[in-house]
């Protein structure tokens, strides 16, 4: 049971080119955002779609893996959990911002 907590998996396209930072250890980080799409009939019988952004973290060979293969516009699904941080701004302001850190990523489509 415990593999299912905290367990994320989603299926979407690459919203930017993914940020790739080299550490001083010599790890990378990719970096990129995720569209999410839901689509369904509203109660007029319209389709309507929704659409989800995530942020993607990923760390060390699953960053490299990001860094050749993964374009804007490419589907992908990746796996992971969800991590929460805070920081405060400049101007004092405490931020909150939940990513999901991807250790899996599958190339999907063709786009």
Known sequence: MSTIR???QLIGNVGQE???TNLESGKKVAR??????VHYKDA????KTDTDWHTIVSWGKTAEIIEKYVQKGKEVGVAGKLKTRTYTTDDGNQRYVTEVVADEILLLGNR
């Open 6 to 8: 905290n367990h994320v």
């Open 18 to 20: 993914p940020t790739i």
């Open 32 to 37: 990129f955002s995720l569209a999410t799409n």
């Open 44 to 47: 007029k019988g319209d389709k």
